[in-house]
């Protein structure tokens, strides 16, 4: 995903805004590249194309398990630019946990112990996934 456009399909897609023309019209982009990203997450499995009328033949989208696991990245971008780069009226977007109804702010938590994580707070290990070292 190294272009703009499918990151901001999904945001909108997690925030309600599901059908092809609605898509369109909130990212300003041409129907083109829109129907090429769409299919594009298809593909990935990050999105799942559901129909909603057979004649003409029409499709939302919804975030499939994979693509709400991609929208926490998206919440720490956020944070990220909530930090250093909203203004004085603060972050354009606020967040309410649904747990406790307070708005709130995304960070990190070790879930093992609970506490923030930072990345100054790890340690980078090899795991169990990467290829093993060839032995001459």
């Given amino acids: 995903m190294a272009e703009p456009w499918s990151v901001l399909v999904l945001r909108d ?6 059908r092809f023309e609605e898509l369109r019209q909130d990212l300003g982009v041409s129907r083109k590249v829109l129907a090429e990203r769409l299919r594009h997450l298809v593909e990935l499995g990050l999105l ?3 129909a909603y009328s057979e004649r003409p033949p029409r499709h939302e989208y919804v975030l499939t398990e994979k693509g709400a696991d991609f929208i926490d ?29 307070q708005v709130t702010h995304v960070e ?3 879930a093992a112990c609970g506490e923030v ?7 980078v290990e090899t795991g169990p996934g990467a290829e093993a070292p060839v032995l001459s």
């Avoid at 897609?13 to 599901?18: D, F, L, S």
């Avoid at 998206?74 to 946990?97: C, F, K, M, S, V």
């Avoid at 994580?117 to 340690?123: E, H, L, V, W, Y």
């Fill in 48 to 50: 799942e194309a559901v």
């Fill in 73 to 101: 990245v998206l919440l720490a971008i956020a944070a990220w630019g909530d930090r250093w780069t909203a203004g004085e009226a603060g972050p354009p977007t606020l967040y309410r946990h649904h747990a406790c109804g």
């Fill in 117 to 123: 994580m930072r990345a100054g707070d790890i340690d």
């Fill in 13 to 18: 897609v997690h925030v309600g805004i599901r």
């Fill in 108 to 110: 990190p938590h070790c």
